[in-house]
């Protein structure tokens, strides 16, 4: 024989668990447990008697209908959340290719598919508001696309980046790239108003010369501009404890995009302001 499990005896706030010890074989056993015997009471007398498992404290249902078992996933700390729902759903495929038919998988529920669907619908949102203000205030499509040209490559300057620093994308430097979205043309409008500036002030002169004198005299504007947002955003990467460990990436991911949104403006605008405004 062997220790067996009963069900436990709940009250409103508290819950017994009892098992019966050595002297217990199976259903039989346990109808025959004396209750009173003088007047030759047994359990089976005062109580239905079942062996099956433990009674249930929780239930999972898929669409409220059917049992199911609900596995979770989480990733760590420093996981990319993309990465491995697509490992997840690659072993899931291997399973559902070799389980029988007593049972299906089913991936009911991917987070990682919402955050890159809104993430992607935010992006698009925040860069059509941008081209819309830009248009209005600059005038000119042809001199809409200088700016915007900062964007990408400013993303693409700040993804190597993190890759040497062994950063992740996720949900934290996603945000952090949504926000910085008007701040990586800042610095490209700063340097195009002053050569267009300048470009009417010399009465239709308009060459080499001029623009990297134009770049000359407004390259120290910029670099301040840049310097303020790197003293606003890097200080976050120094505190302590939790709240700093989780803002880092967060700085880290502005204050990098910024940096390289100054040092394209200062370089490929003015050589592609030499072409685009050109009359």
């Not at 508001?129 to 900062?150: D, E, K």
């Not at 239709?204 to 134009?214: E, I, K, L, R």
């Not at 310097?227 to 880290?252: H, K, N, S």
């Amino acid at each position: 024989t062997k220790n067996m499990n009963l069900a436990p005896i709940k009250t409103n706030t508290k819950s017994f668990s009892f098992s019966a010890v050595n002297t217990i074989n199976g259903k039989g056993a346990l109808e025959s447990i004396v209750i009173d015997q003088k007047k030759g009471i047994y359990l089976r007398d005062i109580a239905t008697v079942t062996v099956q498992n433990k009674d249930p404290t929780s239930v999972s249902l898929l669409n409220g209908k059917t049992p199911t078992i609900k596995l979770i996933i989480y990733k760590t700390s420093d996981g990319n959340p993309l990465l491995v729902a697509k490992e997840v759903n690659k072993l899931l495929e291997e399973l559902v290719s070799a389980n029988d038919t007593s049972y299906k998988i089913k991936n009911n529920y991917e987070r990682s598919e919402v955050i890159f669907q809104k993430t992607k619908q935010t992006f698009l949102e925040a860069t059509i508001l941008l081209f819309v203000i830009l248009i209005l205030f600059l005038g000119s499509i042809r001199i809409l696309i200088l700016p915007l040209v900062a964007i990408p490559l400013s993303i693409l300057g700040t993804f190597i980046f993190m890759w040497q620093l062994g950063l992740s994308i996720n949900e934290i430097t996603l945000m952090a790239f949504l926000l910085s979205i008007g701040l990586l043309v800042d610095d490209a409008i700063l340097v195009i108003e002053k050569i267009e500036r300048d470009k009417h002030r010399s009465h239709g002169v308009f060459n080499a010369d001029m623009v990297v004198q134009s770049t000359l005299d407004i390259y120290k504007s910029v670099i301040v501009m840049t310097a303020t947002l790197f003293c606003v955003f890097l200080p976050i990467v120094f505190l302590p404890g939790d709240m700093g460990y989780t803002l880092r990436e967060f700085a880290v991911t502005i204050a990098v995009s910024v940096g390289w949104s100054c040092v394209f403006s200062l370089i490929l605008t003015p050589m592609m302001c030499k072409y685009f405004m050109q009359n």
